[in-house]
Every structure is written in structure tokens, then in C-alpha cells.
């Protein structure tokens, strides 16, 4: 069993900051890849950001230059430092992470955390 534990959303301004945080738990170790994704009402869930376990990254398109995501193996967790953010940033954010195997993949998700850009 896996547990991913996301905190860090909230209400912002268009132009402010957030941090968003996830730790996993249980039976898992060193996951391959580390992430987030989003999903926006009426809009399918995208790639906002993963970190592999030897720290390479892959952002999403919109994201790219506003947001950093960063990870600690040795306490499972990843982070992701969002900045000069806009209210098409108004999502419910997903910690995700993976392990792959041979011939399948293990992926796990969070429940999510709100992030609302507002004026």
C-alpha cells in the first residue's frame, strides 16, 4: 500500500507564489518518477511537472520558467516551488509517482490540493 500526502494549496493572487509538497509512504522505495499533475474543471488532467530519481525534469508547457519541482530520495518527497502565477493555473493538483518494471508500471496518486489564482 501507498500513500501519497500532498499540502501546500490555497488561494493566491495572479502574480504570487505558492509551495506545494507531497510525501510518499508505505511500500514503496526510490520511485522512478516524482511528480505533479493538474486537472482544471471541464479540462483533462496535464502534466504540470516529474523528477526522475536521478533528478532530471520534464515540465509541462504552460508551466515552464514559473515552476521548479524538486525532490528529496531519501524521504520520498517532492516539492514544487510555483511562481508568477495566473488564474489559468486554477487547478486541483496531483502528486504522482511511479516504478517501472520490466513489463508494467505501478503508478499512485494523491487526493489532490486546491490551488485557486484570484484577484
Known amino acids: 500500500q501507498v500513500q501519497l500526502v500532498e499540502s501546500g494549496g490555497g488561494l493566491v493572487q495572479p502574480g504570487g507564489s505558492l509551495r506545494l509538497s507531497c510525501a510518499a509512504s508505505?511500500?514503496?522505495?526510490?520511485?522512478?518518477?516524482m511528480g505533479w499533475y493538474r486537472q482544471a474543471p471541464g479540462k483533462e488532467r496535464e502534466l504540470v511537472a516529474l523528477i526522475g530519481s536521478g533528478l532530471s525534469t520534464n515540465y509541462g508547457d504552460s508551466v515552464k520558467g514559473r515552476f521548479t519541482i524538486s525532490r528529496d530520495n531519501a524521504k520520498n518527497t517532492v516539492s514544487q516551488q510555483t511562481n508568477s502565477l495566473k488564474p489559468e493555473d486554477t487547478a486541483v493538483y496531483y502528486c504522482?509517482?511511479?516504478?517501472?518494471?520490466?513489463?508494467?508500471?505501478?503508478?499512485?496518486w494523491g487526493e489532490g490540493t486546491q490551488v485557486t489564482v484570484s484577484s
Open positions: 508505505g511500500s514503496i522505495f526510490s520511485p522512478d518518477a
Open positions: 504522482y509517482c511511479a516504478t517501472i518494471h520490466a513489463d508494467s508500471v505501478d503508478q499512485y
